[in-house]
Structure formats: C-alpha cells, structure tokens
C-alpha cells in the first residue's frame, strides 16, 4: 500500500508536467495560426494563484540571468500594462500581440481599428462574464450578464439615465462640492490636506447615494440635520451601523467580500473580515429596506419627483400603481403582472450602479486636482475660462443647461478628457472568444484571426498613448503623450480628426452617440439605451475610433458616462472658480521657512520641486488597480488658497514643468 501511495506521489509531478507541455504547445499552435505576434510566458497572469502570491516569486525571477527572462519577464506582473504603458507594442513593433502561457493564451490591444471591430462586433466578442460573477452580489445586473439576458437589463436599465436626472446630478454636485470645499477651508485660512482621495470618494459616495435612492447624505463637521430641505433620512433602527456607515464600509472592503466565500467571511477569525461581512449585511439589509418602501410608495401611485435610480429601476421593471393586485392591501407589493426584472435584479443593478459611479467619478476628481497642482500653467487657463463662463454669478444662479455645454467644450472638459486619457478608470477592457469560435479581425490591412477560447484585453492605458493616433503638441515635435497637456484637445477644432465633419450636437453635446448606429454589424436591433451622452465636445478634438475608450465602446460603453461627465465638471468648477490648488510642501518646510524665502527665488522653487517629485513618483509607482486605478501607496497633500495668494508664482512652475 505504501509503495503504491509513493509511486503516485512520484507520478504526480510527471503527469503535471505532460499536461503542462500539452496545454502550452496547443496554445502556441494556436498563436502561430493566428497570423499575430506572440511572446511566450511562463505563466498564465490571471490564475488566481498567481495573482495572489506573484510578489512572492518576483524577487527570486528577478535574480535569473537577464538573458533567460528579458523576453517575457515583464509581461508576468499583472499590471504590468500600467508599468510600461506603450512600450511593450513598440518593442514588439505590432499594436496586437498573444502572450502564449501552459494556462491560456491573452491577446493584448492598442490598436483603435481592431478595438472598434471587437467592442461592435459583440456577439462574436462577448465579455467573459466568468471575470464579472463576483459583482453578482446581490443579483444578477447589467454588468454582469452577456447576450439575450444583457439585452433585457440593458433595455430597463437605461432609461434612468435621462438628462432630466443628469441636472439633478449637477444640483447635487454643486451642493457637495462646496461642502466638501469649506471641510477643506473652513474660515477661508489655508491649509493643507492630505485627505484628498478620501474626501472625494465620500463626495461621490454623497452623490450616488442621492442618485441611486434619493438619499441625501450630509458633510460631517460642515452640515448638520435639518438644516436642508432636501435632506432625508434613513432610519437605522434594527441596524448594527448606519447607513452612511454601512455603506461606505461595504465599499472600502468589498475586495473581501468580492473574493472569499461567504461563509468563511463570516466566521474568519480577522477583525477586518468581520467587518467587511457586517457591513455586506448591513447595506444589503438598507438595500432591501429602501426598496420595499419605494415599491410600495410606486403601488400607491405615490411617486416623488427627483433623482432616484432605485425608483426608476422599479418602474422600468413593470411596477406601477395599476400593477397592483386588486385583491392586495394598500401596502402590499404583490402585483398582478410578472416584474420584468426580479426583486434580487433591481437590487443588483442598483448596487452596481453604486459601484460603478463611485470609484471612477472621485479618481478624476482626485487625479485632475493633482495633475493641475503639477501643471499650474494649465490651471491658470481653466481659471480664466471658468471667469468668462460665471463671471461673477453666484453658485446658486449656475445654469444645467446654459452653462455645462460651455464647461464640456472649454477648458474644464479638456482637464477632465485628459485625465481620462492618462488615468483611465480601467487599464484592460476585458473581452473573449468563446470556445471553439475563433474570429477573424481585420488588422493592418490583412486578415489575422484570434484563436478561440481566448481572453482579449483593450489595453487602454497603452492606446490612449499610441503615437500614432494622438497629437503631440510639445514646441519641439517629440512625443509629450507620457505628459498631462489638456491643450491638445483644442487642436483640430471644429472638425474631427480624419477630417470628417463635425457630429450632430445641442448646445456644444452630442445627441447621439457619434459611434453608434441604429444596426450592429451583426444586423440586431440596438435599440439597447446605448448612452446618448459623448465622450469629448463636438468643437474638440476628436480621436478615431476606438483611440479613446475610458468609458468604453460600443454598445457595452458606459451607461453613466454623462453621469459621471456632470459630476466632475461641476465639482471642479466650484473648486477653481475662486480657488487656486498648489502641492503641500510641509514635509520639505513648514509655512514660516516658506514665508522667509522670496518669492520665486532658487530655495522657494527647490522646495516645490522637491513635493511635485514626489507627487509624480507616487502618480507612477504608488498606482494599483483592484476595481479601478487608484493611488495605492501614500497621499499628495495639497493646499487650496484664496487665488491671487498663491506662494509659487505660475511663471516659475511653467518652467520647472
């Protein structure tokens, strides 16, 4: 018995090993079919295992002879798209290639035509859904789901999205900003923060709260109860956390949530683990709560006027007043109709609207702060443009549809596109072939096909910086597109970039979406809610297709693209019209050695550009992608000052950039 234990043992490695070498020369028979270059990887960078333990065996990889690992090493860190960015394509000299692994084959994108033709052609191309089960989490959503069910969601899930809802949005991001802006200023005396990435994603916490529920959440230390009409309160009676906490728990720690099974969640030993699960506990049960009382309110033909995603779902899924049983009482949610999406499905599009809104709005919040700290010049010029949009209109008389087509086609929308393009909420836009459908794609002008059973990545990092579909605009010709220079969205005004004319626009916005049809290329009807929003102004300069893709493309493209547009343009609107953003130099000099030096004098600049190198090594090396790319490692604390009280004149700056 023994002896047959220990020769299985021994087996084991063999039979591994066989399987092993069978999978790779499969998977590399299939990349040299496929017409596209290829490199060959050790490992598969998605396993699971690997993504978990890779920091653990990079040290001793590291240490291999160069001449071994220079072909492949860095294509096994699984950000490495963010590490090299473009490099890797140029180095290979194709805008597509496969990295060929024993687990499976990848293909990576950075070309726009072939981007084009996967995200329009979807049926051919899904969206492997086998990545996305995790955000399931309380129901199947329109993230979540592929084909003939993607379409339903799609279908009922879009119609929240009206610009109706997209001026409240701005009404409530103009009211949180300036709370968030007096947290920051208080008396009006400067100071600095090093709170930045936490205090945005509590302001879009604020904001897809009231969206998504219609649940205003008040600033802590700026506001208090009662002091807004428009306030209204949950009650936590029966809950362990409130809802803000609840909520903005279940947010910081959904990784948790996301990759452990529920079970041991529950009962793990960690303190942090408990949390996570009390929290996934606690906002379900909110969840839940607000539903059934919207629901009911809808039975009785109760509806409010406002913003609130969560009552719109409830309508989009069939229940109104006269859906009601006639049998049923006053307050009961039974209908007589079948609901076109079940209770778990409204929840789970309402979570992921949740989801996806928070993250992707404050990280542009966050980064354009930062890069306009960095670039001064361009700030001054945002500063000017926001003087002739308000002049000296109070924030009250702010205008939806007078003023935020001028904010879009002006300068605060060229802050807010290139920082899209540097900082995309994403780095892979993940698509696939499914198994034993290889596609063809036309690439170069030849015909190369992707094999099949195969995950394909729209390298969006990689794309927005490919030479040659972007402008460079530096003085001396070289390539800036490494460099944060919103000015490049003015070249080419009033015609797109191949030369075709402008598209179809309403005060300065697209009204319709400038890549989308009435027809896929499969030949269905897409009248799917496609976003009618834009991704640049009209008067702009405009990429080609698939060169731009930070909310996506296609008919999978971002359903709250315009959400997010109002809401950052807003905020950032009310952040510079009267104050100036400058990088916190505390950790070099404190205020009082700063105000003894002079002022654009050799020790005041040596000081700045010690904070500004430390701000982009931090905006280079401290980046991470969990959800979205976010600054992982450390903080940039900056410092909001009265404009015209700036301590480095922008003349300096100009030069030291």
């Not at 303190?271 to 539903?291: C, D, F, P, R, V």
């Not at 969560?310 to 006269?322: E, F, H, Q």
């Not at 935020?404 to 300068?411: D, R, S, T, V």
Request: charged content about 20%.
């Amino acid at each position: 018995m023994v002896s047959l234990v220990a020769l299985a043992v021994m087996l084991l490695p063999i039979l591994y090993s066989i399987n092993y070498y069978r999978c790779f020369a499969r998977n590399l028979a299939a990349a040299k079919r496929s017409g596209i270059p290829y490199v060959i990887v050790p490992v598969y960078v998605f396993r699971r295992f690997w993504l978990i333990t890779h920091r653990l065996w990079m040290p001793f990889i590291q240490k291999l002879p160069r001449s071994w690992t220079k072909s492949w090493i860095d294509f096994i860190v699984p950000e490495w798209s963010w590490t090299h960015l473009y490099e890797p394509f140029e180095r290979i000299g194709s805008d597509i290639f496969i990295t060929v692994a024993p687990g499976a084959n990848m293909v990576w994108v950075a070309d726009p035509s072939a981007i084009s033709q996967i995200t329009t052609r979807r049926n051919d191309f899904p969206k492997p859904i086998h990545m996305y089960s995790s955000i399931s989490i309380f129901g199947d959503n329109v993230v979540s789901t592929e084909g003939a069910i993607w379409r339903h969601h799609r279908k009922i899930t879009s119609p929240p999205f009206t610009e109706k809802n997209n001026a409240l949005v701005w009404t409530e991001s103009l009211h949180q900003a300036q709370s968030m802006l007096k947290g920051w200023v208080g008396n009006g005396e400067a100071k600095s923060v090093d709170t930045i990435a936490k205090d945005t994603m509590r302001l879009s916490l604020h904001v897809i709260s009231r969206a998504g529920f219609g649940v205003r959440l008040l600033w802590p230390g700026v506001e208090t109860p009662g002091e807004d009409k428009a306030e209204e309160s949950v009650g936590d009676k029966g809950h362990k956390m409130t809802y803000t906490e609840a909520l903005g728990t279940f947010l910081h720690k959904l990784l948790w949530v996301m990759l452990m099974p529920r079970w041991l969640l529950k009962n793990s030993p960690f303190k942090t683990h408990k949390i996570a699960y009390q929290s996934y506990i606690e906002w379900g049960q909110y969840m839940n709560e607000l539903y059934v009382a919207k629901k009911a309110e809808i039975l009785r033909g109760e509806e409010k006027e406002g913003m609130d995603i969560l009552g719109a779902l409830v309508n989009g899924a069939g229940i109104t007043s006269d859906s009601k049983d006639a049998n049923s009482s006053a307050g009961s949610p039974a209908t007589t109709k079948k609901q076109l999406l079940s209770d778990e499905e409204i929840l789970g599009n309402a979570f992921v609207f949740i989801l996806a809104g928070h993250e992707t709005t404050a990280n542009s919040i966050h980064f354009s702060m930062l890069f306009l700290a960095l670039h001064r010049h361009s700030q001054v010029r945002l500063q000017e443009d926001l003087d002739s949009i308000f002049d000296s209109k109070p924030i009250s008389e702010w205008d939806y549809e007078r003023d935020l087509p001028k904010l879009f086609a002006g300068m605060v929308g060229a802050v807010l596109n290139e920082e899209l393009r540097l900082v995309p909420p994403v780095i892979n836009i993940p698509k696939s072939t499914l198994a034993g459908q290889p596609q063809p794609l036309t690439f170069n002008g030849r015909q190369v096909v992707i094999p099949s059973g195969t995950l394909i990545n729209l390298d969006a990092v990689a794309v927005h910086r490919n030479p040659k579909y972007w402008p460079s605009i530096s003085v001396d010709g070289s390539n800036d597109l490494k460099e944060f220079k919103p000015e490049r969205w003015f070249i080419g005004a009033k015609s797109s970039s191949n030369g075709a004319p402008p598209p179809k626009t309403v005060n300065g916005a697209l009204t319709e979406n400038s890549y989308a049809n009435n027809t896929d290329s499969e030949g269905e009807d897409s009248n799917l809610g496609v976003s009618a929003g834009a991704d640049t102004a009209s008067s702009m300069y405009h990429p080609v297709r698939g060169a731009y893709i930070p909310f996506s493309e296609g008919y999978r493209a971002c359903l709250g693209r315009r959400f997010a547009q109002v809401e950052v343009l807003a905020v950032l609107a009310v952040i510079f019209r009267e104050y100036t953003v400058e990088l916190a130099v505390d950790e070099f000099a404190s205020d009082e050695e700063v105000a003894k030096m002079s002022i654009g004098g050799e020790e005041r600049g040596a000081v700045w550009d010690k904070a500004a190198s430390r701000a982009r090594r931090l905006m280079t090396k401290g980046m991470g992608s969990i959800i979205t790319l976010q600054m992982r490692e450390g903080q940039v604390p900056l410092r909001f000052v009265k404009r015209g009280e700036e301590r480095f004149p922008v003349e300096e700056i100009k030069i030291r950039e």
